[in-house]
């Protein structure tokens, strides 16, 4: 399958390690935008064995800017096409 992401990421190591785990494996991240106002959301589990435990988020429960917003919505149509 042929993956195009569309998101934001903060502009953190956490932001910049998921940018390059997807460059590592080919996937294109023009869909992909950086928020300065916001950290990137981080989800830890904790795993025994096979059997999920728990697991921790640690994100901001705020909303991207509007004009953010907006040139998300116009990458994510122009990657339909």
């Known amino acids: 399958a042929e993956v195009r992401p ?3 990421l903060g502009p953190d190591q956490a932001g910049d390690r998921a940018l390059e785990l997807l460059a590592e494996h080919g996937v294109v991240s023009h869909g992909v ?29 705020g909303t991207i800017p509007p004009e953010l917003e907006a040139r998300l919505l116009s990458r994510a149509l122009e990657l339909l096409d």
């Open 6 to 8: 569309v998101g934001v």
């Open 33 to 61: 935008l950086r928020d300065p106002g916001s950290p990137t959301t981080q989800k830890t589990r904790l795993v025994a064995r096979t059997q999920q435990l728990l697991r921790l988020d640690h994100d901001t429960s």
